[in-house]
């Protein structure tokens, strides 16, 4: 008997540690993917390994082919070594070059090439040397990837890249069309009919469903999109914001803040706050607003989606930037370099005044093979591959991507059931409205806006992986519970008969 109470008592005992191990796992598990925002079978991205002062010895180059639809490049360099170089024709960005001086790159084609395709890391400098002379400079937006048209044929040429510089591929094309793959920016719009303002990289496409196929892809409209975050720490997310966007139509180059970094921290709305700052975040706003002299403004749900801290501070800043836009003595460094301005329309995801539904499964692109905007808003968002396995486009539910409510309005409310967020939007150049002047009887501040307390943030809509925690605690609980229960049991069943032999005795 003592035997089975001891095996029973330790049987329970291994079981409470087992369930604490797993409990810990997931936790350890949740935080590590949030922060890096990386499926954690992933290893960590290789710097191509250096043998020499200008490159950074932090991994080694396993070779991948050139893509087959470009000219075989072959590079020389006095500072790097030609093993170094050759991870520049590879394809995939997951090998990259990173350059701790300044550095000449000779380049060689195998047959004349005509157009050229970089792509860096991050924003890097870096200036182009022609056989006649002719010199070609970075975009000054800072792209990563960035196309550039040689206006003629050659066989050789020199790049100049700047200390810092990091390197991922070199491409060259000859005369004709361009693959696919080969994306050609525009520079940030000067004007924007619509302004996107996601937190992350993917949020466009989770929260806003259709609306860059359908207002960039199919109806060519000036869309604008800006990230209050950058993913310099996870660099590999860059390259598929950029990916996502031009897959669905989007061709003005993306604004990143370069000040932002995502970081776990600020999944709670005070951390956030501490992270970036309230007054910082609220001053971006108001200078993204008057640089791209906005009609429409796509945000955010106010409470952050499932109660993300990043989200809520975007989107609060954003509302009262929104009344300060056409102050000039509201940050008057961004008023003199831009201008004040008024914007027309502001939506918030699952603002619940003055809502509209969007139907984008309904919204057949033209531009896209008749998909779907809601199909292409999916195939955007497969784009962001470190986060497609978590998540998918809600179509319907508590997240409803087509759920937004005018927020803001200098126009007017919409129609009710017309769900357009270009209801009463004069599109002509002549309709944007460009205040010089603030006064009160030339007030367009809008409605009236009420901006959240931290403590009124409703904290029920959770990360998935938090679910996750409480289910695998309360599992674990509830069944040790009921493993106890049923040992309780059978101890007082032993305990009553021993009585009861000792009575009988």
């Avoid at 470190?386 to 998540?391: A, D, G, T």
Wanted: with cysteine; glycine share 6%; charged share 20%.
């Amino acid at each position: 008997m003592k035997n089975k109470k001891f095996i029973l008592t330790h049987a329970a005992l291994s079981f409470l540690l087992c369930a604490a191990a797993l409990s810990t796992f997931i936790v350890i598990l949740s935080a590590k993917v949030s922060e890096s925002g990386r499926h954690p079978s992933v290893t960590s991205i290789p710097v191509y390994s250096g043998q020499n002062d200008a490159a950074e010895e932090l991994g080694n180059l396993q070779t991948e082919s050139k893509p087959a639809d470009s000219v075989a490049l072959m590079f020389s360099s006095e500072q790097v070594s030609g093993d170094d170089l050759r991870c520049l024709q590879a394809k995939s960005v997951k090998w990259f070059l990173t350059f701790k001086s300044d550095a000449r790159i000779s380049v060689t084609a195998a047959k004349p090439v005509s157009q050229l395709y970089f792509q860096f890391e991050v924003p890097s400098r870096w200036t182009l040397t022609l056989p006649d002379g002719t010199v070609r400079q970075s975009n000054e937006n800072g792209f990563i990837h960035e196309y550039v048209d040689l206006g003629q044929s050659v066989s050789e040429f020199t790049v100049d890249v700047a200390e810092g510089a990091v390197f991922t591929g070199l491409f060259g094309f000859t005369e004709g069309e361009t693959p696919d793959w080969v994306q050609k920016w525009l520079p940030p719009c000067e004007t924007a009919d619509l302004l996107v303002l996601p937190t992350h990289s993917d949020d466009e496409f989770l929260w806003f469903g259709g609306a860059l196929p359908y207002y960039a892809g199919e109806l060519g409209y000036d869309v604008q999109v800006v990230y209050m975050t950058n993913h310099y720490n996870n660099s590999f997310r860059e390259h598929e914001r950029l990916n996502a966007l031009w897959h669905v139509g989007v061709r003005h180059y993306p604004v990143v803040c370069e000040k932002f970094t995502d970081w776990f921290a600020t999944k709670k709305y005070e951390w956030a706050v501490e992270k970036f700052g309230y007054e910082n975040v609220l001053e971006f706003q108001v200078e993204t607003l008057r640089r791209f002299h906005p009609r429409v403004v796509l945000a955010q749900d106010v409470n952050g989606e499932y109660g993300h801290g990043a989200h809520i501070l975007n989107t609060q800043t954003l509302l009262e930037a929104l009344k300060l836009t056409n102050d000039p003595a509201a940050y008057p460094d961004s008023a003199e370099k831009y201008g004040i301005c008024s914007v027309q329309k502001c939506y918030v995801h699952l603002w619940e005044e003055n809502q509209i539904v969007v139907k984008w499964e309904d919204f057949k692109l033209s531009q896209f093979n008749n998909k779907s905007a809601m199909r292409m808003a999916d195939e955007g968002y497969a784009e962001n591959k470190s986060q497609y396995i978590y998540y998918n486009v809600p179509s319907n539910g508590q997240y409803d991507c087509r759920k937004f409510g005018l927020a803001f309005t200098t126009v007017g409310n919409d129609t009710p059931g017309k769900n357009d967020m270009f209801e009463h939007i004069d599109r002509s150049e002549q309709a944007r409205v460009y205040p010089s002047s603030i006064s009160d009887e030339n007030d367009v501040s809008g409605t009236d806006i009420p901006l959240l307390e931290p403590e009124t943030v409703e904290n029920s809509k959770r990360f998935p992986f938090a679910g996750i925690i409480v289910i695998s605690l309360s599992g674990a609980i509830v069944l040790l519970l009921i493993f106890l229960a049923i040992l309780l049991r059978n101890r007082s069943r032993r305990k009553n008969r021993v009585t009861g032999n000792e009575t009988n005795h």
